[in-house]
């Protein structure tokens, strides 16, 4: 009886299907692993006709808190793999859909059935790299994917680029933030960038004065480490003789 109830509801839940090419190149895309399991999990409940994703529902299914899984979404809009749709149903309620038409978008455009090289992707943002400041670019996209041990998102490309065409950081500082970065264990955007801006306020020209300053830091680091009291805790306050210190 047990058996056939468990396969009624089996059949009842329906099924979902996810794409091979989505499971071998999502994290192509920026995806995280817990990212991807809160897109298959807001893609059944679309497929069975729940428009307005239920975190507490996903939640639930995953072992997680709501707002994790709301969180996970909103990095995925963040990223340009979603959109949030809001929509007023029959009664006028208003109800927020999500549409991951960005996602297969982006998935479409990995050719060849491999990532693209960083390169081909700024290519395709309608720059061309024949240039030698874009080969320049080629390889801070690289050296940061490398670094970050996954492809960079979209968003994140666009930060990236934004550094040299907005910004106008030179290649090799973007190149030496990054390793101050992983030298400090320190490995995002946002820190990255807050080395860039601290170095064009100090008005530095060369990555001599970079080094420079590293080195200052690195030598004042070590003379305050030498000039640190050694103080005993094992003392025993009740039985020393105080009058040796007059």
Same mark, same amino acid.
């Given at each position: ?32 692993n ?7 999990q ?5 497929d ?11 939640g639930?299914?995953?072992g ?5 899984? %709301? /969180?996970?979404?909103? =990095? ?5 793999? @979603? #959109?949030?749709?809001?929509?007023? $149903? ?34 395709a ?6 240039t ?15 670094? %970050? /041990?996954?492809?960079? =998102? ?5 930060? @990236? #680029?934004?550094?040299?065409?907005? $910004?106008h950081f030179?290649?090799?500082?973007i ?50 480490q ?21």
């Amino acid at each position: 009886m047990t058996s056939e109830l468990n396969w009624t509801a089996y059949l009842k839940a329906g099924q979902t299907t996810i794409s091979n090419y989505l499971l071998q190149h999502y994290r192509d895309l920026g995806m995280t692993n817990d990212e991807f399991l809160v897109f298959v999990q807001t893609k059944a409940g679309i497929d069975h006709g729940e428009l307005e994703p239920s975190t507490t529902k996903i939640g639930e299914a995953l072992g997680w808190e709501p707002q994790l899984v %709301f /969180g996970h979404l909103e =990095s995925l809009r963040a990223k340009g793999l @979603v #959109k949030f749709v809001s929509v007023r $149903d029959g009664s006028g309620r208003v109800t927020t859909q999500l549409d991951f038409e960005p996602l297969y978008t982006q998935l479409m455009r990995i050719t060849g059935g491999a990532k693209q090289a960083a390169a081909q992707r700024i290519e395709a943002q309608g720059e061309p790299a024949q240039t030698k400041d874009d080969l320049s670019r080629a390889t801070i996209y690289n050296l940061i994917e490398q670094e %970050f /041990g996954r492809p960079l =998102s979209q968003m994140e490309m666009e930060t @990236v #680029k934004n550094w040299f065409d907005v $910004d106008h950081f030179q290649p090799e500082f973007i190149k030496a933030a990054v390793q101050e970065a992983v030298l400090n264990a320190a490995l995002n955007l946002r820190y990255i960038e807050t080395i860039l801006v601290a170095w064009q306020k100090k008005n530095y020209h060369s990555i001599k004065e970079v080094r420079q300053e590293r080195q200052k830091r690195s030598q004042f680091k070590q003379l305050n480490q030498e000039e640190r009291v050694n103080i005993p805790t094992d003392v025993d306050i009740l039985n020393t003789d105080w009058s040796q210190f007059k």
